[in-house]
């Protein structure tokens, strides 16, 4: 299982979910769901995510096993 550190980016960062959601054209819904780990974006908009958030995908996520 895949746990998501995004939020915790977006507030080191003083960044909105709303803000990246646009920047990725994306809804807000989408995001969230990203954000709170209830699903995951494909592996190039990961990538996106983590260069527009100054970092690497390794540090978005954390994969956990159950």
């Given at each position: ?51 527009l958030l100054d970092c690497k995908v390794d ?8």
């Amino acid at each position: 299982m895949l746990k998501s550190k995004i939020k915790i980016r977006l507030a080191e960062l003083d960044i909105r979910q709303q803000d990246l959601s646009e920047k990725l054209g994306v809804t807000k819904q989408t995001m969230s769901l990203w954000v709170n780990g209830k699903s995951m974006p494909t592996l190039e908009t990961a990538f996106k995510i983590a260069h527009l958030l100054d970092c690497k995908v390794d540090d978005l996520y954390v994969y956990k096993e159950n």
